[in-house]
């Protein structure tokens, strides 16, 4: 009976393993999966416990960000879990039962209270404590500090608390990330005006002159290669060809006759507007406009990519930081008089008194070409904070309101802003500066003691025997956000809305218009310190 009884075991045994068997090769390897909204090919790649690139592999015609409900292609995970070994089997069986999201479900929910609180990030590849710091205005000993399992280094997938949330409405901000397409070759056009002896450009720090303009393109440039020779460092195969437009419209059109320049994958330059609208209108690639001009705001085609912010945004950076951050003080607006200041004052003052911290906003504006100290003596308050806006260059008024500002009696504190560092407030003793706690609008700030500043001055001294000038390290900062995003494979555009990018003295943050110009809104508020040091505030 016993044996018999054995028998029938083992049998039934026997066809329990055949059905598992055949079962399990009837089991497809892949299937399919629809993206749920806010979803990456990384984080369903993570999710998978796979990477990245290999979910890509799997989804050719699919790019790093999918639109919700795109159907992609998946890894089996039970397919998988029949491989392991038998012991793991109860626990397989229970996730396998689990929607991919259902098996993160607790973690979502810890990290959407955890965004209750701080602003969160996840690790992303090719972060540093450079760059983070850089973006978020944080020190690395703050993020230690709020994680110190941080004190080992940066992990790819870390979720971490970059600082407490202390404004409504502080939301994550994005990052750019620099990815690198494997064998991926880039061919770039740089059109630059080597023997010009006229330049629409150059800002008003610079004095117009034919040398000031040779060092300027020369310094360009210089700092470009500097980008290109870090860039092929990292296995990007770079094709480099250099045109001398030399200021003049028919050289730009001949340059464009004679060569096929829709054959590059990116144009940098020229730097005069016109030459740089006509370029667009006969290329169908990226033109990127690589210097200010006040004839940028007239540019129509989307071909056209602004690196410089347009002066509006500039006035408009500094409206939010007042009213984020000014609350019980006086806040004066003072101008010249003219047509122009009485507008921006008129505007200003509205918009700004529609904020719940603002109660009133005083301006100020010059009676026989100047304005007395008394006016502001009348209007500043004792032992309160006291903000005065200059929404003039005028040198005259900023000389004189200055000078008014940095003597008043010691129970009257003041702090000065403007919508840029202009040539009058170049004229100004840094002291003086220093003393007004004066506060300013940047497109451009440097940490000379980072390492990335570090490292790109010494590879420019060492291949130029000269430290960086500004232009050759916008030449560097231009040349190597373009080509980095490019890098990645995917259409420049597409690789504007992935988020800011920092470079040495750069932030570039483009708008994300699928049509139309591309504009970089990327801008600093600086803020002098005593020791004549500067602070960013934002």
Same mark, same amino acid.
């Not at 973690?107 to 810890?110: A, I």
């Not at 004229?427 to 940047?442: D, E, H, M, P, W």
């Not at 050759?472 to 800011?500: H, M, P, Q, V, W």
């Given at each position: 009976m016993g044996i018999e009884y054995m028998k029938h075991l083992k049998f039934f045994v026997f066809l329990c393993i055949l059905t598992f068997t055949v079962s399990c090769g009837q089991q497809k390897k892949y299937i399919e999966y629809k993206v749920k909204e806010g979803e990456t090919m990384r984080?369903?790649?993570?999710?998978?416990?796979?990477?990245?690139?290999?979910?890509?592999?799997?989804?050719?015609?699919?790019?790093?960000?999918?639109d919700a409900n795109t159907v992609i292609i998946i890894p089996n995970k039970k397919m998988i879990k029949t491989n392991k070994k038998v012991s793991d089997t109860v626990n397989e069986e229970l996730t396998d039962n689990l929607e991919i999201d259902d098996v993160v479900k607790e973690?979502?929910?810890?990290l959407e209270d955890l965004k209750k609180e701080f602003v969160v990030y996840e690790v992303k590849k090719g972060d540093t404590f450079y760059s983070l710091t850089r973006f978020y205005n944080v020190s690395q000993e703050d993020l230690i500090s709020l994680n110190p399992e941080l004190s080992e280094g940066l992990k790819v997938g870390q979720t971490i608390k970059i600082k407490p949330i202390e404004n409504e409405g502080e939301t994550e901000n994005n990052i750019y990330?620099?990815?690198?397409?494997?064998?991926?070759?880039?061919?770039?056009?740089?059109?630059?005006?080597?023997?010009?002896?006229?330049?629409?450009?150059?800002?008003?720090?610079?004095?117009?002159?034919?040398?000031?303009?040779?060092?300027?393109?020369?310094?360009? #440039?210089?700092g470009s290669e500097i980008a290109i020779d870090s860039l092929r460092k990292q296995g990007i195969v770079i094709d480099l060809t250099v045109y001398d437009t030399e200021k003049n419209s028919t050289k730009i059109r001949s340059i464009i006759n004679e060569n096929?320049?829709?054959?590059?994958?990116?144009?940098?330059?020229?730097?005069?507007?016109?030459?740089?609208?006509?370029?667009?209108?006969?290329?169908?690639?990226?033109?990127?406009?690589?210097? #200010?001009?006040?004839?940028?705001?007239?540019?129509?085609?989307?071909?056209?990519?602004?690196?410089?912010?347009?002066?509006?945004?500039?006035?408009?950076?500094?409206?939010?930081?007042?009213?984020?951050?000014?609350?019980?003080?006086?806040?004066?607006l003072v101008g010249d008089g003219n047509a122009t200041s009485n507008h921006v004052n008129t505007v200003l003052k509205s918009s700004l008194e529609s904020a719940d911290s603002i109660s009133k906003v005083h301006i100020l504006k010059p009676e026989n070409g100047y304005i007395e100290k008394e006016k502001f003596l009348k209007i500043l308050k004792t032992n309160k904070k006291n903000w005065v806006v200059m929404t003039t260059n005028d040198n005259v008024i900023v000389a004189d309101a200055i000078n008014s500002l940095i003597s008043l009696p010691d129970s009257t504190s003041v702090k000065v802003f403007a919508f840029?560092?202009?040539?009058?407030?170049?004229?100004?003793?840094?002291?003086?500066?220093?003393?007004?706690?004066?506060?300013?609008?940047?497109?451009?700030?440097?940490?000379?003691?980072?390492?990335?500043?570090?490292?790109?001055?010494?590879?420019y001294y060492k291949k130029n025997n000269a430290l960086p000038s500004f232009?050759?390290?916008?030449?560097?900062?231009?040349?190597?956000?373009?080509?980095?995003?490019?890098?990645?494979?995917?259409?420049?555009?597409?690789?504007?809305?992935?988020?800011?990018s920092f470079r040495v003295e750069t932030k570039f943050d483009y708008n994300n218009k699928l049509f139309g110009v591309s504009e970089n809104n990327g801008l600093f508020i600086l803020e002098y310190n005593d020791d004549l040091s500067l602070t960013r505030l934002k």
């Open positions: 984080v369903i790649a993570k999710k998978l416990d796979m990477k990245t690139k290999d979910l890509l592999r799997l989804n050719p015609d699919v790019n790093k960000k999918p973690d979502t929910k810890l990330e620099d990815v690198i397409e494997e064998d991926l070759a880039l061919k770039v056009a740089l059109l630059l005006p080597f023997k010009a002896n006229e330049f629409d450009t150059i800002q008003h720090q610079d004095i117009f002159s034919k040398s000031t303009l040779a060092n300027i393109v020369t310094d360009f #440039y210089l096929d320049l829709n054959s590059n994958d990116v144009v940098i330059g020229p730097l005069y507007s016109e030459e740089a609208e006509i370029v667009a209108n006969k290329l169908k690639i990226p033109v990127v406009f690589p210097v #200010y001009s006040k004839n940028q705001s007239k540019f129509s085609s989307s071909k056209l990519i602004k690196t410089s912010p347009e002066k509006s945004v500039f006035r408009k950076e500094l409206e939010t930081y007042i009213k984020e951050n000014f609350n019980d003080g006086t806040l004066i840029d560092k202009g040539k009058a407030f170049d004229r100004i003793n840094n002291q003086k500066l220093a003393k007004i706690g004066f506060t300013y609008v940047s497109d451009s700030y440097v940490d000379e003691t980072s390492y990335t500043t570090k490292v790109f001055n010494q590879q232009y050759a390290t916008k030449g560097f900062d231009i040349t190597y956000d373009i080509l980095i995003r490019l890098a990645s494979g995917e259409n420049l555009k597409s690789t504007f809305k992935e988020g800011a």
